[in-house]
């Protein structure tokens, strides 16, 4: 198959400032998932796709591509799927398109390979990075003023032992891969025929504060 992959990256980033090239232990944050999709060798092409000269910049002595990112896609209100689809249209057809966040340095090539492995190999329509939530969901309640609603019947019925407890998972921000033609038509990632790739906690790291980066180099050390 004829594979490509994007990193969306842009610049005006509000909650910490620089984020995608903020160094982590000294290495610019968008290279680790640029070096790990690279070392990967599942892409014909890896296109980064920013708004900003100094984030391309950090990563162009790579064999990658620059996107330049329209203004209205790099906005605060932005979506990163309405700016990968659109730049699909930008793109010659390939079989499977793919996007990686920068944000997530701990992603591995052979995380890589294992979901494009699943769905050149199974019978689904996207495969996404996910990762357990560690929060107990099922006592999840919600607060009007002072009155306490739970969200799931387990409190009500007093199902809080662990045998009542179900597992959760949510999307890593890892990676999100899918077929070229089924996202096309849909310009979606999530339907009945999605598949997912657990990654454990340790490189689920998603980084947004300067806390974020303290906590990803201590795992590190």
Known sequence: MKNVAVIPARGGST??????????????????MTDAVLASECFDKVIISTDCDKIFDAVADL??????????????S?????????????LEPYETFSYFLPTCPFISPDDIKEGITKLQDTQ???VISMTQIPETLQL???MSEDNVLPVFDNLECGLTNSKFIK??????????MGLWDYLKENKNFFTRLTKGIIIPPA?????????DIKYAESMIW
Do not use: Q
Request: charged share 30%; hydrophobic share 35%.
């Open 124 to 126: 689904c329509d996207s």
């Open 140 to 142: 999840a309640c919600l």
């Open 203 to 211: 490189r689920s790291v998603d980084i947004n504060t300067i806390e």
């Open 167 to 176: 597992k959760y998972y949510k999307p890593s921000g890892g990676f999100y």
């Open 15 to 32: 909650r910490l400032k620089n984020k995608n090239i903020k160094p982590l232990l000294g290495k610019p944050l968008i290279r680790w």
């Open 78 to 90: 932005a979506t990163v799927l309405d700016a990968m689809m659109d730049l699909m249209d930008e």
């Open 63 to 76: 064999d990658v591509e620059r996107h330049i990112r329209p203004d209205h896609h790099a906005t605060v």
